[in-house]
């Protein structure tokens, strides 16, 4: 069977850390910051981590 290609959407959206975690960014920190507060947008600028069926997929996509 040959292999997977990485879907190239996907790794541009997500990284896979050293340790096999994915990693995402938070929605809603692209435009319209001014209504929103300080500590809102501080909350949306970490890494959120993706587990679960989703994880599995990702990981599937990118040809981990």
Same mark, same amino acid.
């Given at each position: ?13 997500? @990284?896979?850390? #050293?340790?096999?975690?994915? +990693?995402?960014?938070? =929605? !809603? ?6 209504? @929103?507060?300080? #500590?809102?947008?501080?909350? +949306?600028?970490?890494? =959120? !981590? ?15």
């Amino acid at each position: 069977m040959p292999k997977l290609k990485t879907h190239r959407g996907t790794a541009k959206r997500v @990284k896979i850390t #050293g340790s096999g975690k994915i +990693l995402r960014r938070h =929605a !809603s920190k692209s435009h319209m910051l001014q209504k @929103k507060s300080e #500590g809102r947008k501080r909350r +949306l600028s970490t890494s =959120a !981590s993706v587990t679960g069926a989703i994880g599995r997929n990702l990981k599937r996509a990118l040809g981990e």
